[in-house]
């Protein structure tokens, strides 16, 4: 770069550090969840000290002692959500973003007996910073897909619970997109790993459908950028297709 873009550049990255510092001192996050005041919270009761939460946490956030239970560091906390998602037990939580909220949410979705009364209801959990931005550039610019699908935006895929997916496959969705950031060698996932680590939680939830004899291809996850907004479209068209291909979840109705 030029001298006159360097000095921009430097100058830009001196007053994010600026920015990040002052941040910890008010005890709020940083960029991307920039003066979130909501810290996680552990129901420590009901710990196994699994350390699944330690272990995954893009930001070294959790520390844990001798008998693994976790031990929180909030000056690291981005708020993102990845130890909520990691934890089979569910002990995780923030005041205004947890497992049981969104079940709620989920729950709330109505869903028709069959294709006659409405079709088919497919959810989609969309990460806020990248996918979500990207629906409502799609949206602006009248893009349109199916009726069939319920929009719920989260704060990354790597926030996902399990939980989540049970409830929509027991509620009688028919199927789950999980719509986020790209995650590999050129990621761009705002949390680092996030996306990537809902991936590689996919092979347990896939597992878990099949135990239950239901197609795993029902929940998926589709990488997407911002300034790809035009291709959101036909992601949704032809997971639907795929869904109408399977048929309805043989759970609804019960």
């Known amino acids: 770069m030029s001298m006159s873009t360097a000095k921009d550049d430097a100058a830009g990255a ?8 002052e941040s910890i001192n008010r005890g709020v996050a940083v960029h991307p969840r920039s003066g979130d005041p909501g810290y996680p919270k552990f129901n420590m009761v009901r710990c196994t000290q699994c350390k699944r939460c330690t272990e995954e946490c893009p930001f070294g956030a959790l520390d844990d002692d001798e008998k693994g239970t976790p031990e929180p560091n909030t000056t690291r906390c981005r708020r993102c959500g990845t130890c909520m998602g990691a934890c089979p037990e569910r002990v995780i939580s923030f005041d205004d973003y ?12 109505q869903v028709p007996e069959d294709e006659e009364e409405g079709g088919y209801r497919m959810l989609v959990l969309v990460c ?3 996918a979500y931005p990207a629906l409502d550039m799609a949206a602006m610019r009248k893009n349109k897909w199916s009726s069939y699908v319920r929009f719920i935006p989260i704060r990354c895929l790597g926030s ?3 939980q989540w997916i049970a409830e929509a496959m027991s509620k009688g969705l028919d199927g789950v997109l ?9 990621y761009q996932c705002h949390f680092i790993k996030g996306s990537e680590l809902c991936n590689k939680r996919m092979d347990n939830i896939g597992e878990t459908l099949e135990r239950l004899q239901v197609e ?6 589709k990488q997407i950028s911002i300034d790809e907004y035009d291709k959101i479209p036909k992601m949704i068209d032809d997971f639907i297709e795929q869904i109408e ?10």
């Open 178 to 186: 999980l719509l986020g950031c790209k995650y590999g060698d050129d």
């Open 98 to 109: 947890s497992v049981s909220m969104l079940n709620e949410m989920i729950g709330s979705i």
């Open 160 to 162: 996902v619970n399990t």
């Open 128 to 130: 806020e910073n990248d």
């Open 216 to 221: 795993a291809e029902r929940v998926q996850q």
């Open 14 to 21: 001196a007053l994010k550090s600026i920015q990040c510092l």
């Open 245 to 254: 291909g399977f048929g309805p979840n043989p759970y609804k109705g019960f």
